[in-house]
C-alpha cells in the first residue's frame, strides 16, 4: 500500500461490498433489464450506430463522416486493491480495453469517480485520479475533467472516447467456426483479488496483468486479420466466450489443458477464495455448457470473474495461445475438451 494508506490503516477493499468487476450485476439479470431497450425505428439510423445493444459488445460504434467511427464507452467499479493508485491505473486500463476490444484507440476520457468524502481522505483520492491520468497518458489518451459525487462506497472508472476505422473493426457476432480462439492475458486475478481482500496478501502478478493495456493485443489482433473478438472482464472466461458463440451462431470448443493462469490462482480457488459473482457467472452459463470430464474446480477457474483482463479472440494473435475453437453450433454453446 501506499505510505498515505499505512499510515491512516486504511484498507480500500474494506470499504465495498464487493471489489472490481466482480461487482458487475449478474449476467442474466442485465440482459433482461437492457432487453428491448432499442429505438422504436432501428432502422432510422442503422447505417450510422454500427455497434450497439444487440449482442453485447464492449462498446457502442457510431459511423461518422470522413471514413472514420466514434467508439465510445464507459466503465467504472469499487475497489479491487487496497492500494489507491493502483486501483486507479487498473480501473483505468479496464475502461480503456473497451475501445481496444472492438479495435479502437482511445482518444480522451473523463473521470467517474464516487467517494466518501466524510470517511476517507480526499488525498486518497488523488491517488487513485493520478493511477488513472498516468495510465491513460501511457495509452496516448487525453484526460479532460469528469464528474464526482459523494458516495458511501468508493467507486472510480471512466468514459471514453476513441476512433476506429469502421472497415475494421473487431465484432463479437464475427465468429465462424474453424477459427481458433486466442486468450492475450492469463487467467486467475478474480481469485487473487478475492484472497487479498480477505486477507491483505498482495499479488504483483495480478496487479501486472491488470494494469497492461490491451493496446497492444488489439494492434496485434487486428495486423493478423482477426475481426471477431471482445475483452475477459466480469462474465469470466466461460460468460463472454458463451456471449460470443451465441452472438455468432457457433458452438466454442476450450481445450482445458491450454488456457494458462497466473501463479497461485488454482491454490486461491482450494482454498475457498471464489467470488459471488464468479459462482453467479457459472450459475448463467451451465445450462449452456458441456463440462465433460472438469470438476467444479476448474469450472470456477474458466468463469472466474476477471477484471482488466485480456482479450478473447476468434483467430490466430501471434505470442498468444490458442486455447481452443470454433465448430459448426451443437447441443451446447460451450464445450471443454
Known amino acids: 500500500?501506499?505510505?498515505t494508506t499505512e499510515r491512516a490503516g486504511i484498507r480500500l477493499t474494506q470499504q465495498a461490498h464487493g471489489g472490481g468487476c466482480a461487482c458487475k450485476i449478474p449476467p442474466g439479470e442485465l440482459e433482461s433489464i437492457v432487453a428491448g431497450l432499442v429505438a422504436p425505428d432501428p432502422s432510422a439510423y442503422a447505417h450510422e450506430l454500427i455497434i450497439g445493444l444487440d449482442d453485447g459488445d464492449?462498446?457502442?460504434?457510431?459511423?461518422i463522416e470522413g471514413g472514420?467511427?466514434?467508439?465510445?464507452?464507459?466503465?467504472?467499479?469499487?475497489?479491487?486493491?487496497?492500494?489507491?493508485?493502483?486501483?486507479?491505473?487498473?480501473?483505468?486500463t479496464n475502461a480503456l480495453s473497451d475501445?481496444?476490444?472492438?479495435?479502437g484507440e482511445p482518444v480522451v476520457a473523463v473521470n467517474l469517480l464516487g467517494w466518501p468524502r466524510e470517511t476517507l481522505s480526499m488525498d486518497l483520492a488523488r491517488e487513485v485520479l493520478r493511477g488513472g491520468l498516468d495510465v491513460a497518458r501511457a495509452a496516448g489518451c487525453h484526460v479532460a475533467g469528469g464528474h464526482s459525487v459523494d458516495d458511501p462506497e468508493p467507486k472510480y472508472g471512466m468514459a471514453v472516447t476513441g476512433l476506429a476505422d469502421p472497415d475494421r473493426?473487431?465484432?463479437?457476432?464475427?465468429?465462424?467456426?474453424g477459427m481458433p480462439i486466442s486468450l492475450t492475458k492469463p487467467l486467475?486475478?478474480?481469485?487473487?483479488?478475492?484472497?487479498?481482500?480477505?486477507?491483505?496478501?498482495?499479488?504483483?502478478?495480478?496487479?501486472?496483468?491488470?494494469?497492461?493495456?490491451?493496446r497492444d493485443a488489439s494492434r496485434a489482433t487486428l495486423a493478423a486479420g482477426a475481426g471477431c473478438a471482445t475483452d475477459v472482464t466480469g462474465f469470466g472466461l466461460l460468460g463472454h466466450l458463451y456471449k460470443l458463440a451465441r452472438a455468432s451462431g457457433v458452438t466454442a470448443v476450450v481445450d482445458v489443458a491450454a488456457v494458462p493462469y497466473l501463479e497461485g490462482a488454482r491454490q486461491a480457488v482450494r482454498d475457498g477464495y471464489?467470488?459471488?459473482?464468479?459462482?453467479?457467472?457459472?450459475?448463467?452459463?451451465?445450462?449452456?455448457?458441456?463440462?465433460?470430464?472438469?470438476?467444479?474446480?476448474?469450472?470456477?477457474l474458466l468463469a472466474d470473474a476477471q477484471t482488466s483482463g485480456g482479450l478473447?479472440?476468434?483467430?490466430?494473435?501471434?505470442?498468444?495461445?490458442?486455447v481452443g475453437e470454433l465448430v459448426p453450433a451443437g447441443a451446447a454453446a460451450i464445450r471443454l475438451a
Open 1 to 3: 500500500m501506499t505510505e
Open 58 to 63: 464492449d462498446a457502442a460504434v457510431v459511423r
Open 68 to 92: 472514420r467511427a466514434v467508439v465510445a464507452t464507459a466503465d467504472f467499479f469499487t475497489p479491487v486493491v487496497d492500494d489507491p493508485y493502483d486501483w486507479g491505473r487498473i480501473a483505468a
Open 99 to 103: 475501445v481496444y476490444a472492438v479495435g
Open 169 to 177: 473493426l473487431l465484432r463479437i457476432d464475427a465468429g465462424r467456426a
Open 188 to 214: 486467475g486475478v478474480g481469485v487473487l483479488n478475492t484472497r487479498h481482500k480477505a486477507t491483505g496478501e498482495v499479488f504483483p502478478q495480478a496487479i501486472e496483468v491488470m494494469t497492461t493495456l490491451n
Open 274 to 300: 471464489v467470488s459471488g459473482g464468479t459462482r453467479r457467472n457459472l450459475d448463467w452459463v451451465h445450462p449452456h455448457l458441456d463440462p465433460g470430464r472438469y470438476a467444479e474446480e476448474d469450472l470456477l
Open 312 to 322: 478473447l479472440v476468434a483467430g490466430e494473435v501471434p505470442g498468444a495461445p490458442i
